[in-house]
């Protein structure tokens, strides 16, 4: 079974400051993927980022990125020079790949206000 | 290009009814998936569709069944609705060739 942890419920930031949500997870797999979603008030999970397991580079996304540190299962996302727009839920993501796209299993969320 | 189209937004039902929502995926999209989401909570998986095939299954009761028509469309039915199934109910559709999936809006779900 596959497991997602974020042990952050709430953060705050001034904006323009940079900010860091963690994630750990846990499969026995080899083949995955990991996503942050970000979920504003919409209600519509919009793909933040994502990074293939068997790729040792860290994924970025203009002001996002990620430190994936495969051997201690841990994934964070970085967002740099926050934004107002950028206050939402963030979900982190697991989702294994050996049939294509498998379910996802996700984190509780922390919830991300950014501070004018 | 039209994404994931969710139908109601929102829905009120009684306890012991039974309850239909339906998902459209984005063009192209030939798997769909279903999460539900408590309040406070992240989605939980409850089936994916491949085929008009149940190809997964998360650990819901019976009382949630679902079907894929063969434009790939797909429907999520829940029977003997319970309090505790008041939740946001997410549709995910996805491709075969690439790894992604696209979310709707999601319905929420009432059930009083």
């Known amino acids: 079974a596959q497991t997602v942890t974020q042990s952050q419920p709430e953060m705050s930031v001034q904006e323009a400051e940079t900010v860091t949500l963690s994630c750990t997870y846990d499969t026995s797999e080899s083949n995955y993927y990991l996503f942050w979603y970000k979920q504003p008030p919409s209600r519509q999970m919009i793909l933040v980022i994502r990074q293939e397991a068997y790729k040792q580079q860290n994924a970025t996304e203009n002001r996002f990125s990620v430190n994936f540190q495969k051997a201690a299962k841990s994934f964070s996302l970085k967002i740099s020079d926050s934004q107002l727009g950028d206050t939402a839920m963030y979900f982190c993501?697991?989702?294994?790949?050996?049939?294509?796209?498998?379910?996802?299993?996700f984190g509780t969320g922390t919830r991300l206000t950014i501070i004018p | 290009d039209a994404g994931v189209t969710q139908s109601p937004t929102h829905l009120i039902k009684t306890r012991g009814q039974q309850v239909t929502l339906r998902c459209s995926p984005k063009?192209?999209?030939?798997?769909v998936s279903w999460y539900q989401q408590a309040l406070g909570q992240g989605p939980q998986f409850i089936f994916q569709?491949?085929?008009?095939?149940?190809?997964q299954r998360g650990n819901f009761p019976d009382r949630f069944s679902g079907h894929q028509f063969p434009n790939y469309s797909s429907e999520l039915n829940v029977n003997a609705l319970l309090l505790g199934d008041s939740a946001l109910y997410l549709c995910?559709?996805?491709?075969?060739?690439?790894?992604?999936?696209?979310f709707g809006s999601g319905t929420r779900l009432t059930v009083v």
């Open positions: 995910a559709s996805s491709p075969t060739a690439v790894y992604g999936y696209t």
């Open positions: 993501a697991l989702g294994l790949s050996n049939f294509g796209n498998e379910k996802l299993t």
């Open positions: 569709y491949y085929e008009e095939e149940e190809r």
């Open positions: 063009s192209g999209h030939d798997t």
